[in-house]
């Protein structure tokens, strides 16, 4: 092969890298703008890869931490929807759709971001398009949206409150959900931002996010992301904590209608409340009957009229059991939920600082205890509070490890006597021009009387004296991977918490967020893992 050929093949593969790495950052930037759009990027960057790892015989496929659940829920995803009894073509596609952008996502995010300046590539793109987010949240707002939002409010309930902003997720509840990631995301950077604009400008985001997380009058959301900041404000800086409380009493007392409707999610006040127990209950009867292999992923509204015990207008479509947990057992059976949850949580772990090693091992143990056991459900039981029992131990330690600063030695021949120095060569190295001289005065030391030069010294400009606006974008690699890394961790979190009422990863655009930072969190570790040369 001549020099001009490889030279060729060498530029073919740095710009299938480059198109690879774009197409990232366009589903970025466009998963919460147009879903369709971001889709077709997927489509592409997975293309651009595979030709990238064709060509170059030096690319070798990497293994992410969490490959064998991904894996078992994929297929296990795959199967329930032959086995299941609303078989249908629509299912077949829905699964190949969504569940193939999901994995496509995982898969080029988790094979190609492999620096740090490329994380910072992908933040950026997410940042920018929270911004867009935001602000088209605002506007709807103040210039109010279209009649058919009040679909998303209970005027019985609340006959105060007249809309609901959904910004370009169509939905109040996934919007909020939405703006908890990019909260946590934000503020995971600002607990490893050095420089005060930087602190300044995450602090202003984190407001005009909470801000818009109010107009969508998500209770679930707003208690999610409630719960973040007084664990994190507990337990590493009060600041943070007495910022959110100000935020939410500024909030409540510029609108009466948010503070009741906040405090109406501890009721059962309105008819969501009620419409949720009942599905739940059906959920629970559907799990019941189809333990193993579920509903089929996507089948949940074909299945749920035959087991619609408080809904009773068939006119009603519910898609989903408004609750991650109930909704995946339901579908894909428990099996493939326990698999998908290996990975959620298995995620939430390494972000939040626990080894790869240390959240299989912990997993696998665990699922033994449960398959082996004769009584299941009291083994489950155990193995949520266990989970949760760590968890809380994990996140004590994450929060609560102060560095010990190490003193240098000094050795005793480094040091300079002051009988040693010479004044008179520095003083006429340093102080010889005139502009330096304040003043030229007569001092007594000894009864004899000498000139003294009274010497301008150069004043040290104050340490983040002023705004560094120019240098925004600057922060230290590690400082900024730890930052992203916790920041997915309490994304991670927020989800979990939302879950509990919602089933935000019903939506294309949340599941497609979620798992991209899930394999950027995987990719983040190996990243740092790489550069210290032990894997952790």
């Not at 102060?402 to 040693?420: A, F, G």
Request: hydrophobic share 50%; proline share 3%; charged share 20%.
């Amino acid at each position: 092969m001549d020099r001009v050929s490889v030279f060729a093949r060498r530029r073919r593969i740095k710009n299938l890298e480059t198109w690879t790495l774009y197409a990232i950052l366009t589903e970025a930037f466009f998963l919460a703008l147009s879903p369709a759009v971001a889709s077709t990027a997927v489509v592409f960057g997975v293309i651009t890869w595979f030709l990238r790892s064709r060509i170059d015989s030096h690319y070798k496929i990497r293994s992410l931490p969490f490959d064998v659940p991904v894996t078992i829920f994929l297929l296990i995803g795959g199967i329930s929807v032959f086995l299941s009894s609303a078989r249908s073509f629509n299912l077949i596609y829905n699964y190949c759709s969504l569940v193939g952008i999901y994995a496509l996502t995982y898969l080029i995010v988790g094979q190609t971001i492999r620096t740090p300046e490329q994380v910072k590539h992908v933040a950026q793109a997410l940042g920018a398009s929270a911004v867009l987010v935001v602000l088209w949240g605002f506007f709807q707002f103040v210039f109010g949206v279209d009649a058919a939002d009040v679909k998303w409010t209970d005027p019985d309930a609340f006959p105060e409150l007249k809309k609901r902003i959904f910004s370009t997720l169509e939905n109040p509840n996934v919007l909020a959900g939405y703006l908890d990631v990019m909260i946590c995301l934000a503020l995971g950077l600002l607990t490893k931002a050095e420089r005060r604009a930087q602190k300044i400008i995450l602090i202003v985001a984190i407001i005009l996010l909470a801000a818009c997380l109010a107009m969508t009058y998500s209770r679930g959301a707003f208690i999610a992301i409630a719960v973040v900041f007084a664990v994190y404000g507990v337990l590493k800086d009060w600041r943070i904590l007495i910022l959110f409380a100000a935020v939410t009493g500024l909030i409540a007392y510029s609108d009466s209608s948010f503070l009741n409707r906040i405090l109406s999610a501890f009721n059962m006040g309105d008819s969501s409340e009620g419409v949720r127990i009942g599905i739940w209950v059906s959920t629970t009867a559907m799990i019941s009957d189809h333990p193993f292999a579920g509903i089929g992923w996507g089948a949940y509204q074909y299945v749920y009229p035959q087991y619609n015990y408080y809904v009773a207008d068939p006119n009603i479509i519910i898609y989903h059991a408004h609750n991650i947990y109930l909704n995946y057992a339901a579908e894909i059976g428990i099996v493939g939920a326990l698999a998908f949850f290996w990975y959620f949580f298995g995620t939430m772990f390494i972000s939040f600082g626990v080894s790869e090693r240390g959240a299989q091992k912990w997993f696998s143990e665990h699922m033994e205890k449960i398959f082996s056991s004769s009584d299941f459900l009291q083994e489950l039981v155990a193995l949520i509070n266990e989970k949760l029992a760590d968890f809380s131990e994990r996140f004590l330690d994450l929060f609560g490890r102060k560095k010990t600063p190490t003193l240098k030695k000094v050795r005793r021949s480094d040091v300079i006597h002051h009988e040693d120095m010479n004044f008179s060569e520095h003083t006429t190295k340093k102080f010889s021009d005139e502009e330096q001289v304040a003043s030229v005065e007569k001092i007594s030391v000894g009864g004899e009387n000498i000139s003294a030069k009274i010497v301008k010294l150069p004043v040290e400009p104050e340490e983040n004296s002023s705004v560094e606006w120019g240098e925004v974008t600057k922060i230290d690699d590690k400082k900024f991977l730890e930052g992203m890394r916790l920041g997915i961790g309490l994304a991670f979190l927020s989800m979990a918490l939302n879950g509990l009422t919602d089933d935000l990863l019903f939506n294309i655009p949340s599941s497609m967020l979620m798992w991209m930072l899930g394999a950027l969190s995987a990719a983040i570790n190996l990243v740092r893992s790489e550069e210290l040369g032990v894997r952790s």
